[in-house]
């Protein structure tokens, strides 16, 4: 993953050919530069009304276009051919772009990006002079709210995405389309998040298929017939540590599915409720407890794309390596409580602390690792205090 910087260009310039770098003289364009440089990203390139995609050292002559005064139509031409050339020199899915551009520069190019962070959105010029002129030793609560805004983004990205068929809840391909099809085996996707405790993911995510594998069906109508010491029986060689916990906590979740939900789990979210509901619904089932119920409502809300009237109740779902990455990121001290990371959370996603749960996930599983963290591919490596890049240095730019 690179991390690419684009600025916008602007209408000041010299009057004779210089490279693009010095050809602007704007305070605006001067001071994006500056900040740019300071980041240390792996690139800096500027998007030119005229010439589209530029480098810093390509010389150029003076010349008077400017994307404001062009057509809808022509500038959404023009912001097919810098994607085309932007594709050319950078990965548009995997490397992260920060955009100290217009919105009229960027609007064409932000759909085809999977990852960036746009730090002066909403920003009239002077505001946005006033934080390009930010000191390079910024507070450390501004790092932080800078750092907590490129999660909430890339939480923001997976939220808005189109729901994945077949997220991987385990290694087993038929074990994850079981308890991804809630539309025909919603009480596979419960009986899932009850058996996810002290164990590995999945392995928990697992137990639904096992029990299927068991009986040769999992039509509720099949799983209800089966007593206490049936699901016991088959729960012995699931692989699970805790077979037994799981098996009566199983058996009594199918018995409340039965009596409350009349056999169809999926009644525990349909109809857009709250997300405090969901929760609560989540927590009458036996065993289930606060960090399982809001896990189990992020995932139905983010990745399979249930809708409800709000996420305000969805907290992150504290594990290690959420908490890993909060506090090698500095938004928690070392040896923070479980309730300081979710209301640490709350504080930097109000209106959907569990947005921050993915991303956090994902750094701390893919790079973030307990030992030997590979920084230089790590989506924070740019703004992270605890970064061992060698190319790079803790900023709070984006």
């Given at each position: 993953m690179r991390h690419i910087v684009?600025?916008?260009c602007v209408s000041k310039k010299r009057a004779t050919a210089k490279p693009a770098g010095e050809l602007y003289i704007s305070p605006l364009f001067?001071?994006?530069?500056?900040?740019?440089?300071?980041?240390?990203?792996?690139?800096?390139?500027?998007l030119s009304a005229k010439h589209g995609l530029l480098q810093l050292d390509t010389v150029i002559d003076p010349y008077e276009l400017t994307l404001n005064k062009m057509s809808a139509r022509d500038v959404r031409e023009w912001g097919n051919w810098v994607l085309s050339q932007l594709g050319e020199v950078a990965d548009l899915q995997h490397d992260h772009f920060t955009f100290l551009a217009?919105?009229?520069?960027r609007k064409h190019l932000l759909p085809h990006i999977t990852t960036f962070s746009v730090p002066m959105e909403g920003l009239t010029i002077g505001r946005q002079l006033q934080f390009l002129s930010q000191p390079i030793n910024a507070t450390s609560k501004n790092v932080e709210e800078n750092i907590g805004d490129r999660l909430v983004e890339q939480g923001r990205v997976l939220f808005q995405s189109e729901r994945i068929e077949d997220n991987l809840f385990t290694h087993d391909p038929d074990a994850n389309a079981l308890v991804n099809d809630i539309e025909h085996f919603p009480h596979a996707y419960v009986l899932a998040c009850l058996a996810d405790f002290q164990v590995k993911a999945e392995v928990a995510w697992g137990v639904p298929y096992h029990?299927?594998?068991?009986?040769?069906?999992?039509?509720f109508?099949?799983?209800?017939?089966q007593s206490e010491s049936d699901i016991i029986h088959m729960m012995q060689d699931s692989g699970h540590r805790f077979w037994r916990v799981v098996a009566q906590r199983s058996f009594r979740a199918i018995r409340r599915i039965e009596g409350e939900y009349a056999g169809d789990a999926s009644l525990i979210w349909t109809g857009s409720p709250s997300s405090a509901e969901v929760v609560y619904r989540f927590l009458e089932?036996?065993?289930?407890?606060?960090?399982?119920?809001?896990m189990a409502t992020n995932i139905l809300a983010r990745?399979?794309?249930?809708?409800?009237?709000?996420?305000?109740?969805?907290?992150?779902?504290?594990?290690?390596?959420?908490?890993?990455?909060?506090?090698?990121?500095?938004?928690?001290?070392?040896?923070?409580?479980?309730?300081?990371?979710?209301f640490r959370a709350r504080s930097l996603s109000p209106g959907f602390p569990g947005l921050l749960d993915f991303p956090c996930f994902e750094i701390g599983r893919k790079w973030c690792r307990p030992e030997n963290p590979d920084?230089?591919?790590?989506?924070?490596?740019?703004?992270?205090?605890?970064?061992?890049?060698?190319d790079t240095e803790p900023c709070p730019d984006n």
């Open positions: 684009l600025i916008s001067k001071k994006s530069l500056d900040y740019a440089r300071h980041m240390k990203p792996d690139e800096i390139l500027v217009s919105e009229k520069y029990l299927k594998h068991q009986l040769g069906s999992f039509d109508s099949v799983l209800s017939r089932f036996e065993g289930m407890g606060p960090k399982i119920a809001t990745e399979l794309k249930i809708p409800m009237s709000d996420y305000y109740s969805i907290d992150i779902s504290v594990d290690r390596h959420i908490r890993r990455v909060f506090q090698r990121l500095g938004l928690v001290p070392d040896g923070a409580t479980s309730e300081q990371i979710i920084c230089p591919d790590c989506l924070m490596r740019d703004c992270c205090p605890s970064s061992k890049s060698q």
